[in-house]
């Protein structure tokens, strides 16, 4: 069974500060890393992918992935309240195109 | 503008009242799959297609039903709707690609159904 944990939070960070959230998986097969952003009642949008090892930093979000301890994370630098949301993370495995997701971490970015 | 759309967005019914919630993208995508979303329980697939006349469950099948005549479109039929599928639905498409490459997938804006 290929398993996406998230912790599902809320995880709260004052406006300014770095939010980080992680996720780890269960399928050393899985080849693609995505981080999908979902505001309340609305569709998730995929805002970073990632698939070799080490760091992918687009803006303000930075993706870290690490492969031999089956972990990937997201980091958000100078966190904004339009950034509260929950963020879904999903692997794919290699030959696969399914996806398969995490239950989200929720984030509150406080003023 | 490159988009899935569902119809309806919401939609209140009683139980056994058959319903097709439609899925249409304009992206030509090969995949295209349905999930149910529901408070802690994240997203679930309940079935994909990875092209036209091909079919397949995900992880909450029962209930559902599917079909795939045309590459563009991918409703989903609950044929006896009970309450325990009242939910927040989302149709996807994404393109196929083969090793690592990305493989992004487009999500509707969701339909939210209730069953009574």
């Known amino acids: 069974q290929k398993e996406v944990e998230q912790n599902s939070g809320p995880l709260s960070v004052p406006e300014g500060a770095i939010a980080s959230l992680n996720c780890t998986y269960s399928d050393r097969g899985s080849q693609s890393f995505f981080w999908y952003r979902q505001y309340s009642g609305k569709s998730p949008e995929l805002i970073m992918f990632i698939y070799s090892n080490g760091d992918k930093e687009d803006g303000r979000f930075t993706a870290q992935l690490n492969k031999a301890s089956q972990y990937v994370s997201l980091l958000i630098r100078d966190s904004q309240p339009s950034d509260s949301a929950t963020y879904l993370c999903a692997a794919r495995s290699g030959g696969s195109y399914i996806p398969t997701f995490g239950r989200g971490t929720s984030l509150i970015v406080h003023p | 503008e490159a988009q899935v759309t569902q119809n309806p967005r919401y939609l209140i019914t009683v139980t056994g009242k058959k319903l097709t919630v439609t899925c249409s993208q304009n992206m030509n995508h090969e995949y295209m799959s349905w999930y149910r979303q529901d408070p802690g329980l994240g997203l679930r697939q309940i079935y994909y297609?990875?092209?036209?006349?091909?079919?397949d469950k995900g992880d909450v099948p029962e209930g559902y039903k599917v079909s795939r005549k045309e590459k563009r479109n991918f409703p989903l039929i609950l044929e006896s709707p009970s309450p325990n599928q009242t939910s927040l639905y989302f149709c996807?498409?994404?393109?196929?690609?083969?090793?690592?490459?990305?493989?992004?997938?487009?999500f509707g804006p969701g339909t939210r159904l209730t069953v009574t």
């Open positions: 297609s990875m092209n036209v006349e091909v079919t």
């Open positions: 996807a498409s994404s393109p196929f690609y083969s090793g690592t490459s990305t493989y992004e997938q487009y």
